[in-house]
């Protein structure tokens, strides 16, 4: 991924196309996993949907890198405007082919965010704590696309060997998407409250994805949690 100092230019046209790979992509594996006669070939399709998300969600957030943070902002794509942490997450995953009301999501608290996607005992708090401890478990966690949650912030995690990757909309400087290191991220350092979990390590997660199936939002209040610092 790009780091933060090249600099790099929101690219609505690339995530045009990746919308587009994602719905075919979906579809197609929608399909061999309802044929699939076995249940160790409709695992084979899971996993081959997890190693797709992993790859594809990346990439769309990538597009976003440079896009203006307002804490009001609701761009429908990148470059298409200014963009609040909340609407990047809900977007990116509505883009992606996840079935749900990007409005309602991004208003919600950071917690409710995760738990419109995961139970609560597939989500990880953490609060108080060091955060050289935190980031040390991240580097020793599953790799995978992961939401967290901070005391006024929502973003993704993507977690791989030994690192991972803070991106989110950023209301502190430089006020835009941008992709963190660990050592860069200083709105992840500086939160008391994490909540995360892993998107892309559910399995359930995975057949609402195939399925096109509508995710209910949890709750429906203003944000609080999910707002922008």
Known sequence: MPSAAENPKP???????????????????????????????KEAVLTETRRFLEKLLPEMMDCWLGTPWDFHGTAEGPGGGKIACGYFV????????????????????????????????AMDLKVGIAYETFAAGLRNAEAGIRIVGLDSHVAFLVTRPDCFRFIHSSGSKPWCVVDEDEHSAEVLRRSNYRV???????????????AGKKIKVKGDGPATAAADK
């Not at 965010?113 to 139970?119: E, G, W």
């Not at 559910?202 to 057949?207: G, P, T």
């Open 90 to 121: 809900a977007t990116v995953l509505r883009d992606a082919g996840f079935r749900v009301d990007r409005y309602k999501l991004a208003q919600q608290p950071s917690q409710n965010i995760l738990r419109s996607f995961l139970p609560r005992e």
């Open 196 to 210: 995360q979990g892993l998107l892309t390590g559910n399995r359930e997660v995975l057949r609402a994805w195939l």
């Open 11 to 41: 690219d609505p046209t690339r995530y045009a196309t990746l919308r587009e790979e994602a719905e075919r992509w979906r579809k197609d594996l929608a399909r061999r996993h309802s044929k699939a006669s076995t249940a160790a070939d």
